[in-house]
């Protein structure tokens, strides 16, 4: 039963990144762009950073994003040379419910300062707070149309 579910899981997965190709313009870029806007750059590692993703539909029809809210479809974390962000996403299929009307789309984000997962580097755990340093803001998504992309040009220092 869970392999049925996982494989079910991934064809969902693969459907709606084919759906979302049909989404991009004729030059097979994407009619979405994503800016972030934090409220501060500097903060103490351990305290969420709160902001706000801008994602612009520059098409004139609204779009489904082709990914399931719940699961969660919009990532924002910091990264530098030490620290990947690479955030655990669910797998769970379920309906497409976010549209992005023509224009700016605002969507509330908080971004951690923490750790997202435990893991080994070098041999030591590592867990809690992101050591003290410059970051990049990240963004991952999930179900947007193909071409869909952000440039950070956010940095943020953890003290």
Do not use: Q
């Not at 899981?9 to 979302?20: D, N, R």
């Not at 190709?21 to 870029?29: D, E, K, P």
């Not at 992101?130 to 952000?150: D, E, I, N, R």
């Amino acid at each position: 039963m869970r392999t049925r579910r996982l494989l079910l899981t991934a064809a969902l997965l693969v459907l709606s990144l084919i759906g979302s190709a049909s989404v991009a313009n004729a030059s097979g870029t994407s009619p979405v762009s994503i800016r972030v806007h934090l409220n501060v750059t500097t903060v103490r590692g351990g305290r969420p950073i709160h902001g706000t993703a801008i994602l612009t539909n520059a098409s004139p029809k609204t779009i489904l994003v082709e990914a399931c809210a719940y699961d969660g479809w919009l990532f924002v974390g910091l990264t530098n040379k030490s620290v990947p962000f690479d955030p655990a996403v669910a797998a769970v299929a379920c309906n497409a419910t976010i549209k992005l009307k023509p224009g700016a789309n605002r969507f509330p984000i908080a971004v951690s300062t923490d750790y997202g997962v435990c893991y080994e580097n070098g041999g030591t755990p590592a867990c809690g707070r992101l050591p003290s340093g410059t970051y990049h803001v990240a963004v991952t998504t999930l179900g947007l149309p193909k071409g869909t992309s952000f440039e950070s040009h956010i940095r943020v220092t953890l003290t």
